[in-house]
């Protein structure tokens, strides 16, 4: 096995300071993996990490990404969870194995892969076993690495945390990597979804299952969405928007109806009025991705149902910066680094 290995590093935070540099090959520890990344995923946080440091304690050289999928081709002697050449993806919160989330009332837990923790836009990581889950084997890795954060996110908002069912009404405003899975998922409950976003998006997404496509755009996008519902509203919101527009949400929802608060991209300080909030006795799930448990809960039905991740565009690995700039217009589903190792082990 060769010695040395490409991996993107940032020695300070902002885009001027990422490279791609040639470094050792870790080598694990007795209970370590070591393994050969074959894709990353991206997440706009990735980006937002990379550019702004999110606040998050970086310890550099940094190496940022959190969603892989590769294949173990070296192990601890203490491992048991895995064997040389299992297909594997990485868990987002490596330290949420299952239950409630870790943290308190005052320091709410964000231990990350690619924040807290170092990422994986590496050709080979080395992580604890207990780190890592079983790919799913109906999916390619570029698929596969989609669903540490993207997957696991819906799945615990709409599943684990909602209770998505069969004739329920979900509402989904976007067409990102979330937003996709939501709907996917949705439809293999048997639920009706209604998505909004930018008209050119309308024909994919129905394509995708999607039953009624709503033109964000519109000035009364929100009145079409009543009327689709017959003024009921949506059982279930996935809210990957924030900011100002979870008083949409709010105003959308059903009575009894889940709103899932995901995302932060209109901003981290979310409002809503509180007259329908209470009066529609409205839940609202605050959703940071999953657990370990939950992620395996989400690969068994991955290949139950048949889902396929969405994936707007394969980059390679030296093409990271635009990817990146990709990112910031906005992709139809997921962004992914195929690594290409040369088939060399």
Sequence with gaps: ???????????????????????????????????????VALNYRDKM????????????????????????????????LFSNGDRVISTFTPDW????????????AYRTLGGYYPGVLAEYVVMPEDWLVKAPTTLEPTQAATLSCAGLTAWFALVERAGVKAGDTVLIPSTGGVALFGLQIAKAHGARVIVSGRASNATRAKALGADYYVDRNREDWMDVIYQITGNRGADHILEVIGGEHLAKSVQLAAVGGHICQIGALDGFDITAPAMPLMLKDVTIHGIGTGSRQALLNLVRAVEQTGIKPVIDSVYAFSDLENALDHLERGPFGKLVIEINNNGRA
């Design 49 to 80: 990490v990379i550019e702004s440091g999110r606040g998050l304690p970086l310890k550099f050289p940094f190496t940022p990404g959190s969603d892989l999928a590769g294949k173990v081709v070296g192990h601890g002697d203490a491992v048991t």
């Design 1 to 39: 096995m060769r010695k040395q290995m490409r991996r993107w590093e940032l020695n300070a935070i902002g885009r001027e300071n990422l490279e791609l540099k040639y470094v050792d090959i870790p080598v694990p520890d007795p209970r370590q993996v070591l393994v050969q990344v074959e894709a």
């Design 97 to 108: 194995k299952d239950g409630l989330r870790p943290g308190d009332a005052r320091t709410p």
